[in-house]
């Protein structure tokens, strides 16, 4: 039954980056959460997200172990499954900060939308390796994965959930521009994606998705609210200059200031604490583990296990950059967490399967049937 | 399988790594640019932290009478407030206050203590409406008390204090749950917001927005410079319809005698004035009331918090017998000419119903019935009619049924049916109890406005205007931002022009004629309409009907009056009750009198009779 081909094949550089950015995580995390909070909420933040890991890897290796057949075949279903809980959510889902996201499984609460991200890849990988073409795809082949991609996109907005949508959006998007599309297609999309952002504005947002946008646009609009938190942490990242100010030393670090210092601005406490040096540590490992995606992406002999690849790593991408714009005020605060590093289960997991499809990509694209 | 093209593959990929590194490239040199080239400068804002927000609140809406007299206004309030983080060391500096201020130590340690945690950051407060005297030593001796600082915040000032008490109402701080129903979203703990009256119904034109800035202190705390501000929005002005030299001379009248007044314009629903005794002072809720004056505001039998024009449901007694006269006129079961002999009392079954006039008035016409409240022939009529017709007459005249007034906790009064007492007792209706129904007592009960409003129907003509005190707002940052609120209608009585001329005719006979209950209160040249009423509370028995003692005051009959001037164009109608006053005619109608000659004087419409 086990296969020795699968040691030799493993992926280890791809483990050793994702465990490495893990234990960094950690690391930070127990600093984000030792300013300002009582002893035993440390313990049980602490010991929840250790939980959260070992479920990732074991869920990492489960998906090792699934032929990429077996994902291409099951992948509507994954995508309707996903589908079904984002609908139960909207009906059994837990309130929290004014949006419907959460369902809550024993002590333990998931986002269906976190999920939907994954499944949403699959399934577009398994669409677009259908109907990849020379010339790139028309406007007739991207009404199936337009409609793949709005259903679970109006179901996550309306919880509401804009980040994720968002996010959901740009995956989508990035895929199918890999995939290439005709030049004229292109330009369509690009037209209609510039007279979206008014339309949305006026009928979509939600009145506190706007005040984000605007303090984005005007830090000072809202010195109250979402922009204090924004100076807060330019202020965080900024003081730390080329060494930080040392471990468990940040000062801004305090829940007075950084209300999400422990999930979506993590990055300010490790920047704060470990300045410039370690911000571009970071981003070094963060790009490596893009790469290595990429890698896997290009050495995959199998059309769908390259978009899928791919898919995961455009994923990731997305979620560091469009996290650290945020918290260096590039970006209106949506609520993305730091990949591999932000507290909280939905994303660690998610991500974890994420690396879990890269591995199994990377093992079974070159050598395995 | 479908294998990809190598050199597509690759071509794609190169692209996409590409656009990764720029995406990347923006993240490092936006790194750079803050620890690097703006790093000083957040190094330094970072030490200390200290970066603070500083709230600035909104000046709340003032209240106007509807002649442009304020009534509500706002005064500094010095409050006395601690940045914990500034603070240091701590005990030091609270003994240092305790002492300046000869506030005790231990009030201090409350307010820290159950304060929200994390919030060593935010200002707290220490002690609201600190004196001149204790503003003057905190100021200046500032460098002992590092973090502590004095912040003027606006605070309410009701300037006739228990005037209109139940009309304006109060403010109360928010508390917990309600900041959590997301109802009241830019109010922050620590906050009033309107418990009572208008300060409630109009919160929100009331309330402004709060604004904020954000400030660098030094490491005692003290203002480096401001950062940014926001400012706050100030809160709408209103104007009731209240004005305020009537309402005052309606509390001049009923001082003393607990009951309620409601006075309104006819043609519009707007209401002049709005007495319920005894009062209270919402001075003394602001910052919270104390104990020992909520005591004894609660052991008040009286019950003064209870606005008793909109909230007192009370037997309408004769009041009502205009009601009942619609009904029978519209019903058919009699007509103008119709005559019922009065011998004062009326029979039914094995009881004996008894006319208030123990001799009789003899023959009566529906015109003496209204004049001189003869109850026999109401009897005839009710016992025609039947309980159930009458009340779907008394809901159209907007009985048992809320008014819908610009002020909460109002009272729907009570119309009993007969399928209503099946499903209260579970007993079917007796005829007899009709009878009481007819004349206003049994299970009637009606609240002061819902009368006032009745009388404002019957005086204009037959439309019934949603009451309200709301005259206009103001929005001060606009030049002319007035507005003004357009009258509304809720409804128009049961009754056709005829029958009206005829309820109005009696109502005018009441005050007019030689025999009227409430002949003494005529004004000379301005012909009045009204309609006495005595509520029972309490059934006499026969020993003490004939024993001539006077009863215990509470259990003294209830006193009501409603009327309208000048009976052919009306410019006011009121109602009053005065509890356990007795009798209508001598205790309610004079002060009703004189409320219309003191809003006929305001408003210019008295006629100068010289006395001959």
Not at chain 2, 155 to 174: C, F, P, T, V
Request: aromatic share 10%; charged share 20%.
């Amino acid at each position: 039954m086990f296969d020795r081909r699968f040691i030799d094949s493993f992926d280890w550089g791809l483990l050793v980056i994702t465990i490495f950015t893990i234990a960094l995580g950690l690391v930070v995390l127990y600093s984000a959460v030792t300013a300002g909070t009582s002893s035993d909420e440390l313990d049980i933040l602490f010991k929840k997200q250790i939980i959260w890991l070992s479920g990732g890897f074991l869920m990492m290796g489960l998906i090792v172990f699934i032929p990429l057949k077996t994902l291409d075949k099951g992948s509507l279903f994954i995508y309707f499954a996903s589908v079904f809980l984002l609908v139960a959510v909207l009906f059994l889902g837990k309130h929290a900060g004014g949006a419907q996201r959460w369902l809550a499984i024993g002590p333990f609460t998931v986002q269906p939308s976190e999920m939907m991200k994954l499944s949403l890849i699959i399934a577009l990988s398994s669409v677009f390796s259908g109907m990849i073409n020379e010339m790139g795809l028309s406007f007739r082949d991207l009404i199936k994965p337009g409609l793949i991609l709005l259903l679970p996109f109006v179901l996550i907005l309306v919880q509401p959930d804009l980040g994720t949508s968002l996010l959901l959006v740009f995956i989508a998007a990035s895929m199918t521009l890999f995939v290439k599309v005709k030049k004229e297609v292109f330009f369509t999309f690009f037209a209609i994606g510039l007279a979206v952002i008014p339309l949305a504005w006026n009928f979509i947002l939600k009145d506190y998705q706007k005040s984000r946008v605007l303090t984005f646009l005007d830090p000072s609009s809202d010195p109250l609210g979402a922009g204090y938190h924004i100076i807060q942490s330019k202020i965080a990242i900024g003081s730390g200059m080329l060494w930080g100010k040392g471990y468990l030393q940040g000062t801004q670090n305090a829940l007075a200031f950084l209300p999400e210092h422990h999930t979506d601005f993590i990055l300010s406490v490790f920047a704060e604490e470990w300045g410039l040096s370690g911000s571009a540590f970071l981003l070094f490992l963060y790009f490596m583990l893009i790469l290595w995606g990429l890698n896997i992406s290009y050495c995959c002999r199998d059309m769908f296990g390259s978009i899928l690849a791919f898919g995961v790593t455009v994923m990731i991408f997305w979620q560091i950059f469009i996290n650290i714009s945020m918290v260096m005020g590039l970006m209106p605060v949506v609520g993305v967490p730091l990949p591999l590093i932000s507290y909280g289960g939905s994303s660690i997991i998610t991500n974890m399967i994420g690396i879990g499809i890269l591995l199994n990509v990377s093992i079974r694209g070159s050598s395995l049937p | 399988m479908k294998s990809p093209d190598r050199e597509w593959l690759k071509k794609r990929l190169g692209g996409s790594a590409l656009i990764m590194m720029v995406a990347f490239s923006t993240l490092m040199i936006r790194f750079v640019y803050l620890q690097i080239i703006e790093g000083d400068e957040y190094r330094r804002l970072s030490q200390n932290n200290c970066i603070r927000l500083q709230s600035i609140p909104a000046s709340r809406g003032m209240i106007y009478d509807r002649s442009g007299i304020l009534l509500v206004d706002n005064r500094p309030s010095f409050d006395l407030k601690i940045v914990l983080k500034d603070a240091r060391p701590m005990d030091r500096t609270l003994e240092n206050l305790s002492r300046l201020t000869a506030i005790p130590m231990e009030e201090f340690l409350d307010k820290i203590e159950s304060a929200p945690k994390g919030s060593v950051y935010k200002p707290l407060i220490l002690k609201k409406n600190i004196t001149r005297d204790q503003l003057a030593v905190v100021e200046a001796r500032g460098f002992d008390i590092p973090g502590v600082f004095v912040d003027v915040e606006p605070r309410r000032n009701y300037i006739y204090k228990n005037s209109a008490a139940h009309a304006i109402g109060y403010l109360g701080e928010i508390n917990e749950k309600e900041i959590r129903s997301g109802r009241y979203p830019d109010v922050r703990s620590g906050d009033s917001i309107g418990r009572y009256g208008a300060e409630k119904s109009y919160e929100e034109l009331l309330r402004g927005k709060r604004g904020g800035s954000q400030v660098e202190v030094d490491a005692r705390g003290r203002l480096v410079r401001v950062i940014d501000t926001v400012d706050p929005i100030p809160g709408k002005d209103i104007h009731l319809t209240i004005h305020a030299l009537l309402q005052q001379r309606a509390e001049e009248l009923m001082e003393g005698k607990a009951g309620a007044l409601v006075a309104m314009e006819p043609f519009s629903g707007e209401i002049l004035a709005m007495v319920s005794t005894p009062a209270f002072d919402p001075n003394d809720f602001i910052g919270g009331i104390s104990i020992d004056k909520w005591n004894l505001l609660m052991a008040n039998p009286d019950n003064p918090m209870s606005n008793k024009a909109i909230q007192g449901e009370y037997p309408p007694a004769s009041t009502y017998k205009m009601v009942t006269a619609i009904a029978a006129l519209e019903e058919g079961v009699a007509d103008r000419s119709t005559t019922r002999f009065c011998p004062g009392h009326y029979k039914y079954g094995n009881r004996v119903y008894r006319c208030w006039k123990k001799w009789g008035h003899g023959k009566v016409d529906v015109l003496d019935a209204l004049e001189k409240s003869c109850d026999v022939f109401f009897y005839r009529a009710g016992e025609d009619l039947g309980v159930d017709a009458i009340a779907q007459y008394a809901r159209g005249c907007g009985l048992g049924k809320p008014t819908m007034i610009d002020l909460d906790n109002e009272r729907p009064g009570l119309i009993p049916t007969s399928s209503w007492k099946k499903r209260r007792f579970g007993k079917p209706w007796q005829g007899g109890e009709t009878l009481s129904i007819a004349i206003g007592q049994g299970f009637n009960l009606a609240t002061p406005l819902q009368m006032a409003v009745f009388t404002a129907a019957i005086g204009n003509g037959g439309t019934i205007y949603r009451p309200r005190i709301l005259k206009s707002v103001r929005n001060v940052l606009e030049k002319e931002g007035m507005e003004y609120v357009a009258p509304e209608i809720s409804g128009g009585l049961p009754a056709g022009r005829e029958t009206l001329n005829l309820i109005r005719q009696g109502m005018v006979n009441v005050v007019e004629s030689d025999r009227g209950t409430a002949r003494g209160i005529r004004i000379n040249g301005v012909p009045m309409a009204g309609k006495t009423g005595t509520a029972q509370v309490f059934s006499l028995t026969k020993a003490h009907r004939e024993s001539n003692l006077p009863l215990p005051p509470h259990l003294r009959d209830h006193a009501w009056f409603v009327c309208y001037a000048p009976a052919d164009n009306p410019v006011i109608a009121v109602s009053v009750i005065i509890e356990h006053g007795e009798h209508g005619s001598t205790a309610a109608a004079p002060v009703a009198g004189a409320v219309v000659r003191a809003w006929l004087e305001i408003e210019g419409m008295m006629p100068s009779v010289s006395v001959p």
